[in-house]
């Protein structure tokens, strides 16, 4: 059974693979087959990935709306946009949970030029300069070009600034080419389910539950929007409000209010 990825490329039906990603959000072996099996049922040639998920995200959303979120993690980075800003300053705060000091959107001097660095993170005596690749469709990939450019910004910064280390975090993928590069030259790269070995992007966030706001299933697209412009930004910022208090200050029902923060405090608990 052949489906087009979000990319366009046409690749077969890899159950083995999607049973792993609905055990990863907490499914057991027996319950990710039961899904899978029907799922299976209502594929036709040339599927798209993306009706696969909404067909899979609908069925969890039936078992558990904390499942359906987790399974929604990867859109839920993409709904973070439409521009890169939001993610940078959720990665920020992510870093911050791994004892990492940041600042991010900071404009340095280097030896040619003044660059504007995304987020500039220290911890243990040694000093990141890591950009931010944010993309809001899943087919897409930080190129080769990308790699070339944090690299030679790298450069540019690292003896007056003394970084250690140069690190592109992206919420999609990478391509083989940006990969080697980055390799050739020790460029870290954390990117989804990339490098694997609890070193990629989705290990960081579920490993210690730092969910996106845009993750809950709640949320409608107003709140998607007006949360984030007040600075929440984890779904753990969530549990600082009263039913009453976010009821009030973002003008929605109390009773909607308190199922959006219990959401929020299983998916974090």
Request: glycine share 4%.
């Amino acid at each position: 059974m052949l489906i087009i990825k979000a990319s366009g490329e046409k690749v077969p039906f890899n159950r083995k693979k999607y049973e792993e990603s609905l055990r990863r959000v907490g499914l057991t072996t027996a319950e990710a087959k039961t899904i899978s099996n029907q799922i299976y049922q209502d594929l036709y040639p040339n599927i798209l990935s993306d009706d696969i998920f909404i067909k899979t995200h609908r069925v969890l959303k039936k078992k558990s709306r904390i499942l359906a979120a987790k399974y929604g993690l990867k859109r839920a980075l993409m709904n973070l946009g439409p521009a890169g800003y939001f993610f940078e300053r959720y990665m920020a705060r992510v870093l911050s949970a791994y004892d990492y000091r940041t600042s991010y959107n900071q404009f340095i001097t280097g030896r040619c030029v003044e660059h504007e660095v995304d987020i500039i993170a220290e911890r243990a005596g040694k000093k990141y300069m890591i950009e931010c690749k944010y993309h809001n469709t899943s087919g897409l990939k930080s190129d080769i070009k990308v790699v070339l450019y944090v690299y030679a910004r790298f450069l540019d910064l690292k003896d007056i600034h003394g970084f250690s280390e140069a690190v592109l975090i992206t919420n999609t993928g990478c391509t083989s080419e940006a990969i080697k590069y980055a390799r050739c030259n020790n460029v870290k790269i954390i990117a989804w389910r990339y490098p694997g070995d609890q070193d990629d992007l989705g290990h960081y966030i579920e490993s210690k539950k730092l969910y996106p706001v845009t993750v809950l299933t709640a949320l409608n697209q107003y709140l998607n929007v007006k949360f984030r412009e007040n600075g929440i930004i984890l779904a753990a910022d969530l549990l600082k409000f009263t039913p009453r208090a976010l009821s009030k200050k973002f003008q929605i029902k109390e009773p909607f209010a308190k199922q959006i923060i219990n959401e929020a405090a299983v998916l974090t608990e």
